[in-house]
């Protein structure tokens, strides 16, 4: 398993808790796209993490393990 993928398994173990999910799409030219679908929280809306705050973290993550890595786009 690659780095990016060994990140997207976190972060999917994340979000799967409120029924959210991560795939990743793509990696060119040092661009990560991945694919974000939110779950929901009725008792807490801000519990579920939103797609900007998914791609600060992700990015700060990947940059570290993966430095060929500048941009993590998220899409819906």
Do not use: F, H, K, W
């Not at 040092?30 to 600060?56: F, H, I, Q």
């Amino acid at each position: 398993m690659s780095a990016v993928e060994e990140v997207v398994r976190q972060y999917n173990a994340i979000v799967e808790p409120e029924g959210g999910r991560i795939e990743l799409l793509s990696l060119v030219a040092g661009v990560l796209r991945v694919r974000y679908r939110p779950g929901t929280n009725e008792a807490c809306a801000d519990c579920v993490m939103s797609a900007d705050a998914l791609r600060d973290i992700m990015q700060d993550t990947i940059r570290t393990l993966e430095p060929s890595i500048e941009t993590v786009d998220v899409v819906d």
